[in-house]
């Protein structure tokens, strides 16, 4: 029973493609994000939402383009790809009732863009 | 605005020896949350411990201590015994204390722990 689950786990792709990744909490968690780890393993937030309302919008292209259809659920649709967006997403989701239980994070999807 | 600061980029620790990995942080927030995460080769992110900063006695989760100062500012990670799979990246974050927060994340402290 995977808490946090993103798929796919590596997406090997041509510039100029289109692609998602898909992300699904069971957890019951009211908030969901989307991270990216560059090359050097800095973490930065995406996006985040709090029952499918967007609350955090970080300075990313518009190219990113998050939804969330249900307080389970947080895809990535990536249009136009190029070679900087190489890098590892993380889905992750934490609770409604504050700090002290971090978030839980999915295992990861390795962007690959060449 | 918040920042957390990592000055450790890599160590290479005996096994069984502890460890000390640290963490310092800015915040004009009163309260706070401070974690640390595990990010093995493998990929994954797992969450190890956390500090309030109201929390009067410092974190512990089994082998995993958190050396809370607050008037420094530091949140450091201790591990005790280290074992060869404690070999991973360690993040420090911190995040405000309400319900939809958001993590700042330090820059990472790659271990490794030599047999």
Request: charged content about 20%; some cysteine.
């Amino acid at each position: 029973d995977t808490a946090v689950s993103q798929t796919p786990k590596y997406l090997v792709t041509q510039m100029g493609n289109d692609k998602s990744i898909k992300c699904e909490q069971n957890l019951g968690h009211d908030t969901m994000y989307w991270y990216k780890q560059d090359s050097k393993k800095f973490l930065k937030i995406m996006f985040s939402y709090n029952n499918k309302e967007l609350i955090i919008n970080e300075t990313v292209p518009n190219r990113f383009s998050p939804k969330s259809p249900d307080k389970a659920h947080l895809n990535l649709h990536i249009n136009s790809l190029e070679l900087g967006d190489s890098a590892v997403y993380f889905c992750a989701s934490s609770p409604p009732w504050g700090l002290g239980y971090g978030y839980t994070f999915g295992s990861g999807t390795r962007l690959t863009v060449v | 605005a918040q920042k957390i600061t990592q000055t450790q980029p890599g160590m290479f620790v005996q096994e069984k020896e502890a460890v000390t990995l640290d963490c310092t942080y800015d915040t004009s927030d009163p309260s706070y949350g401070l974690f640390w995460y595990k990010q093995p080769s493998s990929g994954e992110m797992i969450f190890l411990i956390y500090q309030g900063s109201y929390d009067q006695q410092n974190a512990t989760e089994g082998r995993y201590s958190l050396n809370f100062q607050k008037a420094r500012k530091s949140a450091n990670l201790v591990i005790s015994a280290s074992q060869l799979g404690d070999s991973a990246m360690y993040f420090c974050a911190i995040g405000k204390r309400d319900s939809n927060y958001q993590l700042i994340w330090g820059a990472g402290t790659k271990l490794i722990i030599k047999p």
